[in-house]
């Protein structure tokens, strides 16, 4: 008997993409992106705070940031590599978190394209290379929280 389709599983969702538009020019965007003291107002979800950050700009070079839940007190350190900089309309990176025994989640490909429209822009953020949909949704809900705060932070860029 072959089985209804509410009873099978459904596909894994491996990736998703994010728009937003910000009132603020791109190069001055793509800087929110890539330094230190402007990623701190708004890289992180709501409710968490950046305790650090360090970055080696340039292809190929690392990054490392430290975010702390303001409820529970619990640091999260996410870690990555740029694979594409291209200032100032695309940024591609890998990310993944460290766990509590040092070794990595499965990294995903970070994809951010920025097109300037009548002084402001948009931004397409897209997140990929998931293994399971749970953690995708998880992304998803993150970044979208940090953009929104993206947004708030943007007419001051």
């Known amino acids: 008997m072959a089985a209804r389709a509410s009873e099978r599983a459904a ?3 491996r990736e998703f993409t ?11 965007v793509f800087r929110a992106f890539i330094e230190p003291e402007r990623m701190k107002l708004w890289w992180a979800p709501q409710g968490f705070r950046m305790l650090s950050c360090a970055l080696d700009l340039r292809e190929g070079g690392a990054w490392r940031m430290r975010i702390k839940s303001e409820e529970t007190g619990a640091v999260q350190t996410e870690v990555g590599t740029y694979r594409e900089i291209h200032e100032p ?9 460290v766990r509590p025994d040092g070794t990595l989640t499965a990294p995903t ?12 822009t948009d931004v397409a953020f897209t997140q990929a290379d ?7 949704k998880a992304h ?18």
């Open 11 to 13: 596909p894994l969702r």
């Open 18 to 28: 994010l728009n937003r538009t910000l009132r603020a020019p791109r190069a001055l």
């Open 89 to 97: 309309d695309r940024l591609v990176f890998t990310h993944a978190w």
């Open 109 to 120: 490909i970070v994809t951010v394209r920025l097109t300037e429209r009548d002084g402001m």
């Open 130 to 136: 998931f293994t399971s949909t749970e953690f995708c």
């Open 140 to 157: 998803e809900d993150g970044w979208a929280s940090s953009l929104e705060q993206l947004i708030e932070y943007a007419p001051r860029l």
